[in-house]
């Protein structure tokens, strides 16, 4: 704790913060340090230490959700109204016309301090939801991953970064100072996406040290057995018991991997073919037109092998122009199998809609050439991605299709999507773009019926 306090204790000052002043700050520590402790009365500190020299500090606390905040905030209040903080501060009063839990201030009239600007002292807002757009002197990050799985969520992350880049990093004024405590939950959560040097000063603790000769410590040995803290033996245990969790939420590192996803020499190319027993095309639609990509990618089955034979992705606005992208891939290759195409798609809101709108287009189709006769007799597949593990977890389960040499990609082929697809297989991240991967994995999933093999899916 004492690391926390040199960094947050500058000795810098400017107009607005004395003492206090500097670069922005990001200090990860351990989980159950007591990190919220700590910063709610070096809050409560700065509150007084300000007041005393006639300058009001207006402080933005952002946690995960407003509520989270807000949490903070009455224990915030509860130390500024205890008798031992107020024998120190005496200045320091609750106003009496603005003492709620998501906002508030002290009594400016009691302090002896005059106010131009909005009078509040503390401000709460949720970095997940609505943002407070009030200007502030100081901010305070504090618990805004709350979960490795909101940690690991792609669209939650997405919206943190979005709401801070848009929003929170404009309220500041010139010479104000932002300070975030908190844990890594993931490995790729807003610590590696907004929080990270030149821009920021990062600090980063470990529950484990090591000395020079390599011999172990707890950072946070009790001292009695009633004492609070942690014992190496404890964190020795946990780490046995799940490294990952325990680098990341402990150590505050990111786990190193040997690989993520499949393994870049199991990529293996092939001739296609000049005739397939069956296409199958899967299709992942995008939830929204400014969010992911739709996606499809067609896998031929031949001589008891998949080849992926043409992929796409697009921002398509509108199901018509889907349905339209959705025949072109097919029709390139429609002459190579003489059976109808089968297509896999996710079954949920509005992947009915576009099923539905797919429907209605077949049954209105008055041409009668060959490759939409087919198109005309297509065969769904509706496939539920809850219940079958996170996207990482269900492209693993084909990884044997790889290992075996049973599913190849086209020697031959002027896109660039291939590429694009390989490196999502082989370089997972779950922040970037994943749709052909999702696509892909669909189709593996029902092309694999097709052909003669003893391989399973293990999810």
């Not at 305070?140 to 991953?145: A, C, E, G, L």
């Not at 300070?179 to 490995?187: D, E, I, W």
């Not at 325990?246 to 870049?264: H, K, T, Y």
């Amino acid at each position: 704790m004492l690391v926390w306090i040199d960094a947050l204790n500058t000795g810098e000052s400017n107009k607005y913060l004395k003492g206090i002043a500097g670069e922005d700050t990001c200090i990860l520590a351990p989980r159950n340090s007591a990190k919220s402790s700590v910063l709610l009365q070096w809050v409560a500190w700065c509150i007084g230490t300000h007041i005393n020299l006639g300058i009001s500090l207006k402080i933005l606390y952002i946690s995960y959700t407003i509520e989270v905040a807000a949490s903070k905030s009455r224990q915030i209040k509860a130390i500024l109204e205890s008798k031992p903080y107020q024998e120190v501060f005496p200045k320091i009063q609750p106003s009496k016309s603005k003492w709620g839990e998501r906002e508030w201030s002290i009594d400016f009239t009691h302090a002896g301090v005059s106010v131009i600007e909005e009078p509040y002292t503390l401000a709460c807002s949720g970095l997940k939801g609505s943002v407070n757009g009030k200007r502030a002197h100081c901010i305070i990050n504090d618990d805004v991953v709350k979960s490795p799985s909101e940690g690991r969520n792609k669209l939650i992350q997405e919206k943190l970064e979005e709401n801070w880049l848009q929003i929170v990093r404009f309220v500041k004024f010139d010479g104000s100072r932002t300070v975030c405590l908190g844990t890594r939950m993931a490995k790729h959560d807003v610590y590696t996406r907004i929080f990270i040097p030149p821009q920021w000063r990062v600090i980063t603790q470990a529950a484990i040290v090591k000395d020079e000769l390599g011999v172990e410590r707890s950072f946070w040995e009790p001292e009695t057995p009633e004492a609070p803290g942690l014992s190496l033996t404890t964190l020795q245990k946990e780490r046995e018991e799940d490294l990952e969790s325990f680098l990341l939420q402990r150590q505050n590192e990111i786990p190193a991997q040997s690989f993520q996803g499949i393994r870049p020499h199991l990529i293996r190319y092939a001739y296609l073919p000049q005739r397939f027993e069956r296409l199958v095309i899967g299709l992942d639609l995008a939830s929204s037109s400014t969010g992911d990509y739709t996606a499809f990618c067609l896998v031929g089955i031949a001589d008891n092998r998949l080849y992926i034979c043409d992929c796409y992705q697009d921002r398509i606005l509108g199901n018509m122009n889907k349905i339209d992208k959705l025949f072109d891939i097919y029709s390139r290759r429609a002459d190579m199998c003489p059976n109808s195409p089968v297509i896999a798609v996710d079954a949920n809101r509005y992947a009915m809609d576009f099923r539905n709108d797919l429907i209605n287009y077949l049954q209105e189709m008055e041409t009668s050439n060959e490759s939409e006769e087919k198109f005309k007799n297509l065969q769904e597949e509706a496939i539920k991605s809850s219940g079958r593990g996170e996207k990482i977890d269900r492209l693993m389960g084909h990884s044997l299709l790889f290992e075996k040499g049973r599913f190849l990609f086209n020697r031959v082929t002027e896109s660039d999507y291939a590429s694009k697809l390989i490196k999502q297989i082989t370089d997972y991240n779950p922040m970037d773009s994943n749709d052909l991967m999702d696509a892909l994995e669909m189709a593996l999933l029902i092309g694999r019926n097709y052909i003669d093999s003893e391989l399973t899916v293990a999810w």
